[in-house]
């Protein structure tokens, strides 16, 4: 469970998918893509108070479990391939945390 808001109903908070995708539209004239992480955090959690929330994102699942190396700026994610971001969600009242894939995917 990530949402502990006694407000709120935490099942309409966040789904419970483990992953989450992201898609960028080739158009053959692009070498990097532009991702913005944070977008599907703010649609997931737009029921609970996103303010109860740390989320931080990570290139690997070690570092997100370690809270350590996260990404300093995920509203500008550049790549140039598919990959996998890690995203990690502390609920800061309760102490919750919970890891979440998120695949970025060029077409």
Not at 31 to 46: D, R
């Amino acid at each position: 469970m990530i949402c502990n808001n006694n407000s709120q109903d935490c099942d309409i908070c966040y789904d419970h998918k483990d992953q989450i995708t992201l898609y960028a539209d080739s158009d053959m004239k692009s070498v990097i893509y532009q991702f913005n992480l944070f977008l599907p955090f703010e649609k997931i959690l737009k029921k609970c108070n996103i303010n109860e929330f740390n989320i931080t994102y990570y290139e690997s699942e070690i570092d997100a479990k370690l809270d350590i190396n996260h990404l300093k700026k995920p509203q500008t994610y550049y790549t140039s391939i598919s990959k996998k971001i890690f995203v990690r969600l502390d609920n800061i009242d309760s102490g919750i945390i919970k890891i979440i894939d998120l695949s970025l995917e060029v077409q």
